[in-house]
C-alpha cells in the first residue's frame, strides 16, 4: 500500500509565499506522474500543476509563473513553491501520485489527505 504524506499549508498574506511538500511511501516500483490539485470552497477540484518522471511540467494558468513544481526522483517527494499567493488561491491542496507496483504492472493513483492554504487580503 502506498502513501502520501503532505505539510506545509497554512495561513500567509497575499503576496507572501508557501511551501507544499508531498512524500510517497510504500511498495512502490516507479513513480510516474506527480501532482497537486486544489479544491476551493464552492469549487470543483482542479490540477494546480503536474510533473513526469521526466520532469516535464504542467501548469494551470492561474498559477502560471507565481507557482513552480519540483520533484526529487530518489526519495518519491514532490514539492510546491507558491510565490506572490493571491486570496483566490485559497484552497485545500491535495498531492495526487500515479505510480506501478510491478514493472509490467498497470499505473495506480493515490491522493493525500490534504492541506489547507488560505491566503488573506
Known amino acids: 500500500q502506498v502513501q502520501l504524506v503532505e505539510s506545509g499549508g497554512g495561513l500567509v498574506q497575499s503576496g507572501g509565499s508557501l511551501r507544499l511538500s508531498c512524500a510517497a511511501s510504500?511498495?512502490?516500483?516507479?513513480?510516474?506522474?506527480m501532482g497537486w490539485y486544489r479544491r476551493a470552497p464552492g469549487k470543483e477540484r482542479e490540477l494546480v500543476a503536474s510533473?513526469?518522471?521526466?520532469?516535464?511540467?504542467n501548469y494551470a494558468g492561474s498559477v502560471e509563473g507565481r507557482f513552480a513544481i519540483s520533484r526529487d526522483n530518489a526519495k518519491n517527494t514532490v514539492v510546491l513553491q507558491m510565490d506572490s499567493l493571491k486570496p483566490e488561491d485559497t484552497a485545500v491542496y491535495y498531492c495526487?501520485?500515479?505510480?506501478?507496483?510491478?514493472?509490467?504492472?498497470?499505473?495506480?493513483?493515490?491522493w493525500g489527505q490534504g492541506t489547507l492554504v488560505t491566503v488573506s487580503s
Open positions: 510504500g511498495s512502490i516500483f516507479l513513480v510516474n506522474t
Open positions: 495526487n501520485v500515479n505510480y506501478r507496483i510491478l514493472p509490467d504492472d498497470r499505473y495506480y493513483e493515490v
Open positions: 510533473i513526469t518522471s521526466a520532469g516535464k511540467t
